[in-house]
């Protein structure tokens, strides 16, 4: 029922409904109390509430408190167990990128089902405090995937650590869910309603005035209401506004599954630069693919990497993602290209197009990538900012190979 509530009404409607409808029913009973026992001011009760109040406010105070210190360690713990899953999966992708290319990539698609089946529909069916039978079945492939692996490639160090983040992410996945499956126990809840509306009672003061009655009990009544509306609220961290975000599950090395969704998206104020290979050469890092090293070519044999002199239009540059090259030339202020990946390096699903954009954001300059695989429709998310220092070894290496120069196929 609690579940359903918070699902269905949003937080502003909860507190409205919630608070203000407690607020309204106290004054209500105030009114009906002070009509149908106006003798109450002359009589015992005073002088009895009086005497319960400091012990029983006392009391009441320290089981709310207990509550909402239980319910706050339990948002604690959501959180943690998102944030520790999501790194162990980010542990197995890149423990499937040391691994032999052809490998590699197809452990990486079952990766990415079961991190969009999670961030999608488990995290639907979460808010009811269920599993989802389709990340159930995803984790399912995951194992599939590594037991399919060539026997030649278990012996690498590497499928041994994936294995071990595999076994890490289904241990964590089942955290997660007994979380999201949890609740205080009933008698406890019972406990604090119970209580709430014996202080609301012991608290009456019949000898004020109309008015300075009727404020001090609403007054009480938010204030309390507001407290146990705040147990709800924290005690189901997968349901309604106030809950745990699924955002782990799309940074750091997995924005790579979530390249459309994360691409940027210009604002008010952003404005499209311009582009020269002088400008577009250096050092960057995506997200989505790791860092990348763009460079211009000279025309010889070997296509040599050299810096960029004005009027220099064609580049060529290697990324960390799947071993990835990338030739091409800027023209209009746009960089066109075409990008390659292991295994295969080429179409239709490891070679494509590549745009280029420069962009002047109110977060500084940004080039925005566009890419499709092969001639089909451009995806958009390969978004890059610069990074200082010098050029990393590895891809340095990798780009002064002359077997990183590949081109877009002549058609025709």
Not at 84 to 91: D, Y
Not at 117 to 140: H, L, N, R, Y
């Amino acid at each position: 029922m609690a579940r359903w509530v918070l699902n269905t009404f949003s937080t502003i409607e909860l507190v409205v409904l919630g608070v203000g409808g407690a607020v309204l029913l106290t004054i209500a009973c105030v009114l009906v109390a002070r009509r149908r026992f106006p003798q109450l001011a002359d009589s015992q009760f005073e002088p009895v509430a009086d005497s319960l109040r400091v012990v029983y406010e006392l009391i009441f105070a320290l089981i709310l408190a207990f509550v909402i210190a239980a319910v706050l360690d339990e948002m604690g713990n959501a959180e943690s167990a998102v944030a520790s899953e999501a790194t162990s999966i980010a542990e197995l992708v890149r423990a499937n990128d040391a691994l032999p290319a052809a490998v590699g990539v197809n452990l990486d698609d079952s990766v990415n089902r079961y991190v969009h089946a999670v961030a999608g529909d488990e995290w639907k069916t979460m808010k009811d405090g269920k599993q989802s039978p389709e990340a159930t079945s995803e984790i399912e492939g995951m194992y599939a995937s590594y037991e399919a692996v060539p026997e030649r490639v278990r012996q690498n160090d590497f499928y041994g650590k994936a294995l071990d983040d595999l076994h890490e992410v289904a241990s964590k996945r089942r955290d997660r869910l007994n979380i999201a499956a949890a609740d205080l126990p009933t008698m406890l809840r019972v406990l604090v309603v119970v209580g709430l509306v014996l202080l609301l009672v012991v608290e009456y003061r019949p000898h004020l005035g109309r008015v300075a009655g009727l404020a001090f009990m609403g007054t009480l009544a938010a204030v309390v209401t507001s407290a146990f509306l705040l147990t709800v609220i924290l005690d189901y961290p997968f349901a309604g506004q106030v809950s745990v975000s699924n955002a782990p599950f799309k940074q750091g090395i997995l924005a790579r599954f979530w390249s459309d969704e994360l691409a940027y998206k210009p604002k008010p104020g952003d404005k499209a630069q311009p582009l020269t290979a002088p400008r577009l050469q250096g050092v960057y890092n995506s997200t989505a693919y790791g860092t990348l090293i763009l460079r211009c070519y000279s025309d010889d044999p070997r296509h040599t990497v050299r810096n960029c002199l004005p009027g220099d239009t064609r580049m060529r540059g290697v990324y960390r993602s799947h071993r990835g090259t990338i030739t091409g030339e800027v023209v209009d202020g746009v960089f066109r290209g075409w990008w390659t990946e292991a295994p295969g390096h080429r179409m239709p699903n490891y070679a494509g197009r590549v745009k280029l954009k420069l962009w002047d954001t109110s977060d500084g300059p940004l080039i925005a990538g566009d890419w499709s695989y092969g001639y089909k429709t451009f995806h958009h998310g390969w978004d890059l900012k610069a990074i200082g220092g010098g050029p990393p070894p590895d891809l340095v290496e990798r780009l002064n190979d002359p077997r990183t120069f590949i081109e877009e196929p002549r058609v025709g």
